[in-house]
């Protein structure tokens, strides 16, 4: 198994921008996360799916982000507009289920100018 | 919001000696989590304790819980320069919301 794929490793954008991030988890996995991180906060969940079905989106910042689930082997995590203050490492990470632990990706360098 | 907090911050230790990180957390949970993540890297899941457990080894490493507590402890015994990483704890609230939430890390240094 190749693990959590996601492109592209390394993003450069200007400010205003439309940025989507991939990620395809591990086949069989039936919960999908994506998470942010920055030197300032952490590490921030956004949004978790369950079963392509979003679940919680409490930490999606704003209604510039969206995120899709079409199929259980893709993705997608959009920014529009985006703005420098987005600038960050965002990861996908997958689990087998509830309860399990998750296996990351190795991230999105999102770097907005 | 962060729900596990770890301590220290940072930990500097000769190759060969132990280290130890701690971790709080303010809820009830289903389990707790220790990942570890290389300068650059994604993180890697490293062991699993459930709530009803209160150790747990793996290797070179040994988890302990105490829920009356809220805190957790992971122990790495004989280091490597290659263990120089940072490490994370992580809880799955007992809240059925079934989401991983982390702590801020401690940078362990591990030198030769």
């Known amino acids: 198994d190749a693990g959590v794929i996601q492109s592209p490793r390394h993003e450069v954008t200007e400010m205003g921008q439309e940025v989507t991030l991939r990620c395809k988890p591990i086949s069989g996995h039936n919960s999908l996360f994506w998470y942010r991180q920055t030197m300032m906060r952490g590490l921030e969940l956004l949004i978790y799916f369950n079963n392509n079905v979003p679940i919680d989106d409490s930490g999606m910042p704003e209604d510039r982000f969206s995120a899709k689930m079409p199929n259980a082997s893709f993705s997608t995590l959009k920014i529009q507009p985006s703005e420098p203050r987005d600038s960050a490492v965002y990861f996908c990470?997958?689990?087998?289920?509830?309860?399990?632990?998750?296996?990351f990706g190795s991230g999105t360098r999102l770097t907005v100018v | 919001s962060q729900q596990g907090e770890e301590d220290p911050q940072a930990l500097s230790i000769q190759e060969g000696e132990n280290a130890t990180m701690n971790c709080s957390y303010k809820t009830s949970i289903n389990n707790l989590q220790w990942y570890r993540q290389n300068s650059g890297r994604g993180l890697v899941h490293l062991i699993l304790i459930r709530s009803n457990e209160r150790e747990k080894h793996s290797g070179r490493l040994r988890v302990t819980l105490d829920t009356s507590k809220k805190s957790s402890s992971l122990l790495i015994t004989a280091s490597r320069a290659a263990d120089t990483a940072s490490y994370f704890c992580a809880t799955d609230a007992a809240d059925s919301s079934y989401k991983l939430i982390f702590g801020s890390g401690t940078r362990l240094l591990v030198r030769p």
């Open positions: 990470a997958s689990s087998p289920g509830t309860g399990d632990g998750y296996t």
